[in-house]
């Protein structure tokens, strides 16, 4: 194995730009196997750790860590639904716009303005129960536009509509941040 992983990280065809997917030997898709996942993590993270290439030359050890963080840089990609889903997009050349494109359908405005509320009115009230339904209302929204989100990545191929989708999961991402932040100050 050593000298295999050698062979590769000395040659000079070595891509640190190939895309997550293609390091991980997956599939392009949104639906991933997890648990595949967190294996090929593991067998790439004992083949390039940078401590496995401590007494070779500083150009191998930089390459070794080179490969490290983007396995690393990888694997959190991958592994978080809405990173994988702005990944996917930005490989299809679609710009999800978040920083500057806010505009979302009035239904979808006039919920995040409702959770808002809630989610004030329960710090206010110091009141779990309903953090706790909050909460559950959130992830329970966030599981159908990730559901969404896969059709339109992975079937349909809308990646203009996934990208307005992948602003609406960060939407709900912010207001999940917002939640567990309720929950520790009521804790405290």
Known sequence: MWRKLYSVMSAPAVDLQQDFFTIFSLPRSFLLDNAALDQRYRELQSQVHPDKFSHLSDAEKRL?????????????????????????????????????????????????MEWREGLQDAIAAKDIDALDVLADTARNETRNLQQ?????????????????????????????????????????
């Open 148 to 188: 969404q989100l896969a059709e339109q990545l992975d079937t349909t191929h809308e990646f203009v509509a996934a990208a307005g989708t992948v602003r609406k999961l960060r939407f709900l991402e912010k207001l999940a941040e917002e939640i567990a932040d309720a929950y520790d100050e009521l804790d405290s």
């Open 64 to 112: 070794s860590m080179q490969w490290a963080t983007r396995v690393n840089e990888g694997y959190q990609t991958l592994r978080d639904p809405l990173k994988r889903g702005r990944y996917l997009l930005t490989l299809h050349g679609v710009d999800t716009q978040e920083e500057n494109n806010t505009a979302m359908p009035m239904d979808f405005l006039m919920q995040q």
